[in-house]
């Protein structure tokens, strides 16, 4: 069966996505010896340091220039096909949710509505302090001169993503796994189903759910798949959708 049938069949699609959805975006994979984490002046530095509460807690300064100049120099990155092909999926009332390990706020930009960002989401920040204001623009961000942004109640501000060290929020991810239980059809895009607490969703889909990958390696659960694509997801998920 192909994949347009095994959607034209479900009734209560779920996709997954990786960081291989949004590479066609300009976004590097996030361990790319390239790519905008272990070059240039941050060279040294693995993710898993400098993106950390750890050292958020004790290098502020070091965290937020690298913040400014390698994360929201991202800020202007567009959707991709294949985030719009997922956008006409849940206007047409087959996608339930999307279940999203990015932070590029890539599909809420394509419009998509019902979005659970695992990780958080690296265009929104808030205040620390007991105001706990929000700011939902980095150029808000951004007008904060200080090395180290601080809220007009005198609160450090921080992005509102999940650093590695940290907790995934308790009500996103019982979201994520009630849409895993629930659904019918659900898509892994451009990942590697490696990042735990996320992949173990996987594992909790019903024996009656159907699962599809799409990703251009391999991953622990392609014995459990119905079908399995490796091929940019982009080219796939236009393809396949614009035929609906």
Known sequence: MELLDIIKEAKNIVAFTGAGLSTESGIPDFRSSSGIYLSGEFEGYTPERILSNRFFRDNKKV?????????????????????????????????????????????????????????????????????????????EFMKMDDD?????????????????????????????????????????IGSSLLVKPAATLVGEITDE????????????????????????CGEVLEETINKL
């Open 63 to 139: 965290f937020f220039d690298f913040y400014k100049k390698r994360i929201l120099s991202m800020a202007d990155k567009q959707p991709n096909r294949a985030h719009y092909a997922l956008q006409k999926l849940e206007s047409v009332g087959k996608l339930k949710c999307v279940v999203n390990q990015n932070i590029d706020n890539l599909l809420q930009k394509a419009g998509v509505k019902n979005v659970l960002d695992l990780h958080g989401n690296g265009s929104q920040f808030r205040c620390l302090s007991a105001c706990g204001k929000g700011y939902y623009t980095c150029e």
């Open 209 to 232: 759910c159907k699962l599809v990958i799409i990703n251009n390696m391999s991953t622990p659960y392609d014995k459990k798949a119905y079908l399995i694509i490796s091929k940019p």
């Open 148 to 188: 180290i942004p601080r809220c007009e109640c005198g609160g450090i501000v921080r992005p509102n993503t999940v650093l590695f060290d940290e907790w995934l929020s308790d009500d996103t991810f019982d979201a994520a796994y009630c849409a895993a239980k629930d659904c019918d059809l659900f898509i892994v």
